[in-house]
């Protein structure tokens, strides 16, 4: 099946370091979502792109939708303990009634 | 707003029990959708239905495996019999949209253990 290539799987980083990471496919995509797992419980979704070049914030998050339609890239700046967790991307083929396939997500801890 | 609803929030079970999975999802949400995750496979989609039909079951694994959504707030995934390779957590998410694939809201999950 189709295949998103999230990277890195993980990261291990100091409060207060800005933090970025990437999925990447193939296939030409028309959404891209971001979302965050915290432990034992279900992901939750930060960021929603529809538009091939868009780039859209929420607070210190900020995330792109990639101008071939083929990936999309997160930021976090200025990292607390708080975001920690596993990062997610998800993407939508360009087709329709097709469901969202997701990355194998990125663990992100973060040491004070 | 109560958000996605699932239950049981964690089961154990012994192999050859069959197991049941509820979910009710956002009230005016038209698709829903089961999920399965574990470490070495990730979040994998099992089924979803749109306006309470089944659209696409090609990710449930095996025929053990079956999901019903007989009315719009209410859906379960049955597996019957577990196998210890079952363990896993169980998502449900539901979605506003049609073709269910923008913006899915996702419930807290079922941890199943099957010794």
């Known amino acids: 099946g189709q295949q998103l290539n999230q990277s890195p799987q993980s990261m291990f980083i100091q409060e207060g370091e800005d933090v970025s990471m990437n999925c990447t496919s193939s296939?030409?995509?028309?959404?891209w979502l971001w979302y965050k797992q915290d432990p034992g419980e279900g992901p939750v979704l930060l960021i929603a792109l529809y538009k091939a070049g868009e780039l859209t914030s929420n607070g210190r998050l900020t995330a792109q939708f990639g101008i071939t339609r083929k990936d999309s890239f997160l930021n976090i700046s200025a990292s607390i303990p708080s975001d920690v967790g596993i990062y997610f991307c998800a993407g939508r083929l360009n087709q329709a009634g097709t469901a969202l396939i997701f990355g194998k997500g990125t663990t992100l801890s973060v040491s004070s | 707003d109560a958000g996605v609803i699932q239950s049981p929030r964690h089961e154990v079970t012994e192999m050859g029990q069959e197991v049941t999975l509820r979910c009710k999802p956002i009230?005016?949400?038209?698709?829903l959708f089961w999920y399965r995750q574990t470490m070495m496979r990730g979040l994998e989609l099992l089924i979803y239905f749109n306006n309470n039909v089944p659209i696409d079951d090609s990710g449930m694994p095996e025929d053990r495996f079956s999901a019903k959504m007989p009315n719009a707030s209410f859906s379960t995934l049955k597996i019957q019999p577990s196998e210890p390779r079952d363990s896993a957590v169980y998502f449900c998410?539901?979605?506003?949209?049609?073709?269910?694939?923008?913006?899915?809201?996702f419930g807290p999950g079922t941890r199943l253990t099957v010794l």
């Open positions: 998410a539901s979605s506003p949209r049609l073709a269910g694939s923008n913006e899915q809201f």
């Open positions: 009230s005016g949400h038209n698709s």
């Open positions: 296939s030409i995509f028309n959404t």
